[in-house]
């Protein structure tokens, strides 16, 4: 079974940084194509952040592209999300997921970007 666990979020003040975590088991994680996406307060979820198998490719949403950054050890089974220069905009639960539109993602991490 499939088992994602994300943690690290909290409250962030804008501009700040923010590591979330992924706790992953189930699958083999060092051969899965993994992802990062959100869910704003009243909004659609949002595709955030792709990483490759090995960890040496990623690629970014718009919003979010040279602020997040994206990691994975595999000898961990963990995934990461770096967060910096956050804005009020990236206020949303965040999941990992095996795809890459969020249908099977964990319960999520929130994160609220706040002065």
């Known amino acids: 079974e499939v088992q994602l666990e994300e943690s690290g979020g909290g409250l962030v003040q804008p501009g700040g940084s923010l590591t979330l975590s992924c706790a992953a088991s189930?699958?083999?994680?060092?051969?899965?194509?993994l992802s990062w996406v959100r869910q704003a307060p009243g909004k659609e979820l949002e595709w955030v952040s792709t990483i490759n198998a090995a960890g040496d490719q990623s690629w970014y949403g718009d919003s979010v592209k040279g602020r997040f950054t994206a990691s994975r050890d595999n000898a961990k089974n963990t995934l990461y999300l770096k967060l910096n220069s956050a804005t009020i905009e990236d206020t949303a639960i965040y999941y990992c997921?095996?795809?890459?539109?969020?249908?099977?993602r964990g319960q999520g991490t929130q994160v609220t970007v706040s002065s």
């Open positions: 997921a095996t795809t890459t539109d969020g249908a099977n």
């Open positions: 189930g699958f083999r994680f060092s051969r899965t194509v």
